[in-house]
């Protein structure tokens, strides 16, 4: 009798401690990944599906891997969320100008650089142009896809009206037959104002997941039928259910949520953004349009993109390019989440296009082109101005 | 993860059959009690890791030839990562049916059924036949569980303390990995020490190791190969050799190898790749302090895999884990009218690296790498069913070296012989 009491003691204790006794949640705003709040029951049942086929999805030989590949699952690439790491490099070659890509018959425009065993991977074919190109960080597109063409056409200025030296101009391009154009989406000339990638080359997200488990992992699909080392149409190996709860999850990821706004170094650091110039690509706030998901429908949000082309200078052109893009031209990135990119790259920062720049400074002073102006801002800052500057960058 | 064989009913049937027949001959005779006799594991110091397959309590029938034996495995767990948690749950782990049989004097047979969370999974992991030759030499051939580090053949759950069984047998290794294939042992005895010895050839690992769903070198995937017990998957045997030495005052240490080539390197004379092999070193060992009866047991285990150099760096070529478990009693009494009941405090370290190296394009080191503490209450009112409170802490980090996934768990359950 005598051991009774102290053991439901200890058994009441540890009920009541296990809560106590794990792992805390981290701050929402630690966090690249997660549902955009607001979302409705079933959305967040959809919103579940696309996170275990974005992340849990591992593609294997037999489950149609390759075979050749770039990697096995969205979420090797897009570790937390985020943007890449060097170890799986995008290498894309073939074009080098407007004309389109000529390497198309040797396995253009996407380098797959690995492949199952037995098999030999692809090669850069001689005389061809590349660009190493890392993953982008796939929080917030939902809001970027619902932006409307006539909010970024009235950002663009590609004569450079206002001589300001900036000059940004929408990416339009073909569209792949599967595609469907937004609501009052804008034509110009038979093309459409696409947004996402590097280059600004793919459409929407539809464009960019169909075209990345097949370029990236080898997976055909119904909208990409044709297997990239045979050339071969293939039935699909993965269901088209699968590729839209994907793009559903992507849209609905939440906005990368900003930190420390209350500190003054980094308020200090916000006015010097705009001051030199920073903010003229990386326009801070943009507005929603229409959405069928509530959650994104005409709201302002700070991407701290423009979602244009811009030169930017010899230094980061490749000489390679994508759709009817210019080979020194590069669509702004989000700088929105910046702060919190090394904790999905490994613990240090990989950025710009390749992950050159081993830091924000770094890549701040690699700008050239239409850039060059803000960069020169930031050379002439005093130290202190700096070191704001940095800090408001890595608040967002 | 266990597939052993095909999942059919036909074994529960024939369990069935088996312990209706061996119930049936003790009722018609006279009182149970007296009929059934349990006879207990041997806890003498003479007894080596590799014993563990017959070192289990078993209830026999007067003179009858079989005996039976088993033990069923039970808990909760409540586990939590990064402030979010599924809740409790309750887990039936294991049911394990032995059936032992003397077909002779110096010829025995064994098995062991599994039925794993329920009847989702189910496997024979150990059906050999042995025949001694001389006490350094029996011969061994069947489904034999690989003599690779010593949780593989000594993974009973009432022996151990820890409801988790540890990550460096499970999940590093295959534990349980049982194989088709023949073999020798031995022992020999000298003064306090004992020389004992194993070797098998076996079917072997396959092309899952490096093509599987947790996007790692993965040994235990090769489990998901059910026609490994049917035909080799690509004609190579694997070798498993393992070297115990124990002293019967200091205690046991194993030295174990296996390895073989892994994948389907031909078919039909069609070259479709290299050879590429596996190969496996682990060392084990497990004393019990006698001033203290502190009893410490572990396992090191490295492995080697040849990757293609042309497939992703996920899969990594060297791998590395260990772990250590210290178990004090701390009484040793009548407890709740149970005689020599025992109440244990335990902890448990475990650590495994799935990819050891760096990074090709940066030269930073590969993650993948798991490590977790258990601290453990364990009350034993017989040696042979054990209650097990644990707590577990882990941290895991992905393979770019992120900051690590911290989780918890609570778990509570028992063990028991039967």
């Not at chain 1, 919190?340 to 701040?364: K, M, N, P, T, V």
């Not at chain 2, 017959?54 to 007067?62: A, I």
């Not at chain 2, 151990?160 to 460096?168: H, K, L």
């Not at chain 2, 023949?182 to 690992?205: M, Q, R």
């Amino acid at each position: 009798m005598k051991y009774i009491f102290p053991l439901l003691s200890i058994l009441m204790f540890l009920l009541q401690s296990c809560e106590l006794t794990t792992p805390a949640a981290p701050q929402e705003n630690e966090l690249l990944d997660g549902p955009l709040e607001g979302l409705s029951m079933e959305q967040q049942t959809q919103f579940l599906r696309g996170d275990i086929a974005f992340n849990d999805d591992i593609f294997t030989v037999e489950k149609g891997l390759g075979p050749i590949f770039v990697s096995n699952s969205c979420g090797s690439c897009h570790a937390g969320d985020g943007k890449g790491n060097p170890f799986i490099t995008f290498t894309r070659f073939g074009q080098n100008d407007t004309t389109g890509n000529h390497f198309l018959e040797q396995g253009g425009p996407q380098l797959q650089h690995k492949a199952i065993p037995g098999y030999q991977p692809e090669r850069i074919p001689s005389g061809a142009s590349s660009s190493d190109l890392l993953a982008p960080a796939v929080t917030g597109l939902g809001f970027l896809d619902a932006v409307s063409d006539a909010d970024l056409i009235a950002l663009s200025d590609p004569d450079d009206v206002d001589g300001d030296g900036i000059s940004g101009r929408p990416h339009w391009n073909n569209i792949r037959d599967y595609v469907a154009p937004r609501p009052n989406t804008i034509t110009k000339n038979g093309k459409y104002l696409s947004r996402f990638g590097k280059k600004g080359a793919a459409y929407d997200l539809l464009d960019q997941t169909a075209n990345a488990y097949n370029q990236d992992m080898g997976i055909t699909s119904l909208f990409e039928p044709l297997d990239p080392y045979s050339g071969l149409e293939e039935d699909p190996e993965v269901n088209t259910q699968t590729v839209n709860d994907v793009v559903t999850y992507l849209k609905m990821l939440k906005a990368p949520l900003p930190r420390n706004q209350d500190d003054t170094q980094v308020k200090a650091g916000k006015l010097i953004f705009s001051q030199i110039q920073c903010a003229a690509c990386h326009t801070p706030t943009l507005q929603t349009g229409h959405s069928p998901i509530e959650a994104l429908a005409n709201q302002a949000f700070h991407p701290y993109t423009d979602l244009l082309l811009h030169d930017m200078g010899p230094e980061l052109d490749d000489g390679y390019t994508e759709g009817y893009a210019l080979t020194a031209e590069w669509k702004t990135p989000p700088l929105w989440g910046l702060g919190l990119s090394a904790d999905a790259q490994g613990g240090s920062y990989f950025l710009l296009h390749d992950g050159r720049a081993r830091s924000i400074e770094e890549a701040i002073l690699m700008h050239g082109g239409e850039a060059e102006q803000a960069k020169q801002g930031y050379v002439e800052l005093a130290e202190t101005e700096k070191q704001q500057l940095l800090k408001f960058l890595e608040s967002l | 993860m266990k597939i052993f064989t095909s999942i059919s009913p036909r074994p529960i049937r024939v369990v069935s059959g088996l312990l209706f027949l061996f119930a049936s001959a003790s009722i018609q005779a006279q009182g149970l009690d007296t009929l059934i006799q349990r006879v207990s594991a041997d806890t003498s110091t003479s007894m080596l890791n590799m014993d563990a397959v017959y070192n289990r309590p078993f209830l026999t029938v007067e003179k009858m030839p079989v005996a039976l034996g088993g033990y069923l495995e039970a808990n909760t767990l409540y586990q939590s990562e990064a402030g979010v948690s599924e809740g409790l749950s309750f887990q039936a782990r294991r049911l394990t049916i032995f059936m032992s049989a003397s077909i002779n004097k110096r010829i025995k047979f064994l098995s062991e059924m599994e039925f794993e969370d329920g009847t989702k999974e189910i496997g024979i992991e150990f059906a050999a036949l042995d025949v001694s030759f001389h006490p350094a030499l029996n011969f061994r051939g069947g489904i034999i569980m690989n003599p690779i580090g010593a949780f593989n053949q000594n993974h009973d759950g009432p022996k151990w303390e820890f409801v988790e069984r540890p990550d460096v047998a499970v999940n590093l290794l295959p534990a349980t990995w049982s194989n088709a294939g023949f073999g020798v042992y031995g022992k020999t005895y000298k003064g306090d020490w004992i020389l004992g010895y194993e070797a098998y050839l076996t079917n072997g690992f396959n092309n899952n190791i490096i093509d599987n769903e947790a996007s790692k070198t993965f040994l235990p995937a090769a489990k998901e190969n059910e026609r490994r017990f049917e035909e080799s998957s690509n004609g190579q045997p694997l070798l498993t050799g393992k070297v115990s030495i124990k002293n019967r005052k200091i205690g046991e240490i194993g030295l174990s190898y296996m390895g073989g080539v892994y994948n389907k390197f031909e078919e039909d004379g069609l070259t479709l790749d290299e050879k590429r092999r596996v190969d496996v070193v682990a060392i084990d060992w497990n004393t019990t302090m006698q001033k203290t009866g502190t009893y410490i047991v572990g396992e090191l285990v490295y492995t080697w895999v040849d990757v293609p150099s042309t497939y992703t760096q996920q899969f990594g070529s060297k791998q590395k884990g260990v772990f250590i478990d210290v178990v004090q009693p701390i009484l040793k009494k009548s407890i709740f009218d149970w005689d020599n009941a025992t109440l244990n405090l335990a902890a448990r370290f475990d650590y495994v690296d799935w990819n050891l190296g760096t990074f090709k394009e940066t030269n930073a080191d590969i993650g993948d790498v798991l490590w977790a503490i258990t601290p453990a209450i364990s009350f034993r009112p017989s040696s042979q069913t054990v209650f097990r409170l644990n707590y577990r802490y882990q941290w895991q980090k992905d393979l770019l070296n992120n900051a690590p996934a911290k989780s918890a768990s609570w778990l509570f359950g028992f063990s028991s012989y039967f």
